[in-house]
């Protein structure tokens, strides 16, 4: 009897230790999940407080003027609308803003077929100590740290596209608007596209990778049967499986291509004042700008400076964002039209 | 030299990962035995602070921290020369520096988070006014070059001058045998290419000098754009921005007909790699280059017109030997420092570091490319050490 009852015991100690280990998880789990909300949302907040006097002093004019002129820090300070800032200050962020789209859609251009590629080769076109080669190898190249990046662009790219590329394809394409004309140092729009595909690649090549090995195996061979061909069954039965994922993919390495900060510096010739003429002309980028003049920044006793790059900050994180919710939009409407329209052979 | 700072860093790191090792130690070791360690750390390397320091070391007093952030130029003469020499006479300082950029160490002298900020500028009146009761401090003296990449000139030293140069940033003279660069070099072959104006795209002491040159000798220059660690560049086009001197050093060497201006610790670096670099007009009209002894001469003929809180530009010395870019070094220190025995540290250091036969020494600057100060500057400098209290 009473050994029976040191059972009972035991089970009920042992279910109320469940339950508060059950009680526990919830709690860390919780916490953990609400964890990227709210750094999230911690940013966010400090970002935009930290940009709201940048906005009342530039309001709209701070993404339409391509004047960016910390104004004159040794000078006096002058009151515009109740917010001081430095005499002749200007804060027009757009060339940095048609720097980073530009830069991001060419290396998208490059990036996105390449991968698509190649992650199809390493999925479905090799098997064995080949394709886990061929995978590490991939994934090695996205873990090269940007500046490296940034240095054999400056040293080798920026020279070859200098003189080879960029002379080469104004002469070829020169008719084309925006591909003529001078073909400049190298030191441009052209390189930093090329670098950031380079870096981006290998990002969504692995991405890619993964969604289509997830395919099952039957629609695949069923395609086959029918008398597909590979490139067939890739473009009509796998990469309409995974479509959504690959938004997502592309998403992702266009989000990383617009922060990129080191190699876009290094490589981008740090355009002030104008807008792109061509396509190797200087550009700057708004995360290269907020390294290159953060310093210079906070020696302005009025703070204005650091204010406006917090702006250019939070631009970039709403840029990064609304790519992310249009290519999501895209993707639903083409599933859509593409689901009405059932599967054709 | 280099071979021994990069050492002395490979040192710091190992004994800074020791220190990290015993640290985390010490959360389930409680106490006992990492005095060892500790010491090693603070022996091996000089920028650690972070070491638990039980005991003083030396002469029994209480060991005060010192620390040092800012300029990139300044780096190398804190962190290789000074701190070393210093730590080695006087233990119970432990002082440390890093290289974050002159704005931020200024940002963190003027909030108190640090005791000495490197700057390779002076405060602005907007600043003085805002932080209480801030000093300007001169270390030492530095000037920078103009130099190109035109290989039908070579090494040959052409002649420029502050009106030229500032046209040439503007995007008015965008020829190398443009009139105004062919009437200063007589009988110099100039070949008929396009100029590419290659300026510093981060913000920088060697900016600051540069456009302190330019808005001196040309007053379109001055009016609309100024001087600064940045300014709002005119569009030129085909410009290149660089970042660090390496970047700009770099960019003059991939490109031909190239131009910019570099800091004279690059100097040996740029020649060699085939720049040449300019003899600059100064205020007497003579074309003077980069030397020890122009530095000095001009660095001297500016000291009567110092005023006594030492904020000055030195751009354009009289002098017929003046070389036309210098500039001081400064330290920038809070006059009220949190407790008297950090104030008083603050004051011996400082004190040493201005002294010729002390932190003055050539035998410190001259590795790392600055010329001492003035002699007869040392009065002021000391009356505004002195107002550092605790």
């Known amino acids: 009897m009473s050994q029976r009852k040191r059972g009972e015991m035991h089970v009920m100690s042992q279910r ?29 907040a400090v970002v935009v407080a930290g940009a709201m006097p940048s906005i009342r002093y530039m309001g709209w004019r ?26 002749g200050a200007s804060y027009g962020a757009l060339v940095f803003l048609v720097g980073t789209l530009a830069s991001s859609a060419i290396a998208l251009v490059i990036a996105v077929p390449v991968s698509v590629l190649t992650a199809a080769v390493l999925a479905y076109q090799v098997r064995g100590p080949l394709q886990s080669l061929l995978s590490f190898l991939v994934e090695l190249l996205a873990g090269i740290p940007s500046v490296v990046f940034g240095l054999w662009g400056i040293l080798v790219l920026a020279p070859w596209v200098g003189s080879q590329l960029g002379p080469g394809i104004a002469h070829l394409f020169g008719w084309v608007p925006f591909l003529g004309g001078s073909a400049g140092t190298g030191l441009g729009l052209l390189t930093s596209g090329l670098v950031l595909a380079l870096m981006i690649t290998p990002i969504i090549t692995a991405a890619v990778r993964d969604l289509l090995m997830q395919v099952p195996r039957l629609y695949r061979e069923g395609g086959i049967g029918l008398g597909l061909t590979s490139w067939e069954v890739l473009r009509h039965v796998c990469l309409p499986i995974v479509r959504e994922g690959l938004i997502g993919a592309v998403a992702l390495g266009w989000g990383r291509a617009m922060g990129e900060t080191m190699a876009v510096l290094m490589v981008g010739g740090s355009a002030l004042n104008q807008l792109p003429q061509n396509l190797y002309s200087p550009i700057s980028t708004m995360a290269a700008v907020i390294a290159n003049q953060l310093d210079s920044a906070l020696t302005d006793a009025s703070h204005m400076a650091v204010h ?26 083409v599933g859509w039209t593409a689901g009405a329209r059932g599967v054709r052979v | 030299m280099r071979m021994d700072i990069r050492m002395r860093t490979w040192m710091g790191g190992a004994a800074a990962a020791a220190l990290l090792l015993t640290v985390a130690g010490c959360g389930t070791n409680s106490g006992g035995g990492n005095s060892g360690s500790n010491q090693t750390a603070s022996g091996a390397e000089n920028t650690s602070s972070s070491g638990k320091q ?27 020369q000074w701190i070393p020499a210093y730590q080695d006479k006087h233990p119970n300082v432990q002082l440390s520096a890093a290289s974050t950029g002159s704005g931020e160490g200024i940002s963190d002298s003027m909030q108190g988070l640090v005791q000495i900020g490197g700057s390779d500028a002076y405060l602005s009146d907007a600043q003085m006014q805002q932080g209480s009761s801030m000093l300007n401090i001169p270390l030492a003296v530095s000037a920078q070059q103009v130099m190109y990449n035109v290989p039908e000139v070579g090494k040959k030293h052409l002649h420029l001058d502050g009106d030229v140069l500032a046209k040439i940033y ?27 104006v290659v300026r510093r795209s981060d913000s920088s002491g060697d900016t600051f000098l540069f456009t302190q040159y330019l808005s001196d000798n040309n007053a379109q220059w001055k009016s609309k754009y100024g001087f600064g660690t940045d300014v709002s560049w005119p569009a030129v086009n085909g ?87 210098i500039n001081f070094e400064y330290a920038i220190v809070r006059s009220h420092q949190s407790d008297a025995a950090t104030a008083q540290a603050l004051k011996n250091f400082l004190q040493w570091a201005i002294d010729p036969q002390g932190g003055n020494d050539t035998k410190y600057l001259s590795p790392v490319h600055f010329q001492p100060l003035p002699q007869d500057l040392e009065g002021k400098t000391k009356a505004q050490i002195d107002k550092i209290e605790g």
């Open chain 1, 16 to 44: 109320r230790a469940s339950r508060w280990a059950d009680i526990g998880f919830r709690g860390v789990a919780a916490v953990c999940s609400a964890m990227p909300l709210v750094v999230l949302a911690a940013i966010l």
């Open chain 1, 62 to 87: 701070f993404i339409t003027d391509i004047t960016w002129n910390l104004g004159n820090l040794y000078g006096a300070i002058s009151v515009h609308g109740g917010v001081r800032a430095p005499a």
């Open chain 1, 308 to 333: 406006a790059l917090a702006e250019l900050a939070a631009l970039l994180l709403v840029l990064t964002v609304v790519t992310n919710l249009v290519a999501r939009l895209l993707v639903h409407r």
């Open chain 2, 54 to 80: 039980t005991g003083a070391s030396g002469d029994g007093s209480k060991t005060v921290k010192l620390d040092e952030t800012g300029s990139s130029l300044l780096y190398p003469l804190f962190n290789g």
């Open chain 2, 170 to 196: 503007m995007g008015q003279i965008t020829y190398w045998d443009d009139a105004a660069i062919k009437s200063l070099n007589p009988g110099i072959n100039l070949p008929h290419q396009k100029i590419v």
């Open chain 2, 239 to 325: 410009e290149i921005g660089a970042k660090g001197n390496d970047g700009i050093v770099t960019a003059l060497e991939k490109n031909k007909y190239s131009i910019s201006y570099v800091g004279i610790s690059w100097l040996n670096q740029a020649t060699q790699g085939g720049l040449g670099y300019a003899a600059l007009k100064n205020k007497s009209g003579q074309f003077v280059l980069p030397t020890a002894s122009s530095i000095e001469s001009a660095a001297a003929a500016m000291v009567g017109k110092v005023p006594d809180d030492e904020r000055i530009s030195l751009i354009d010395a009289p002098g017929a030997n003046s070389y036309p870019i």
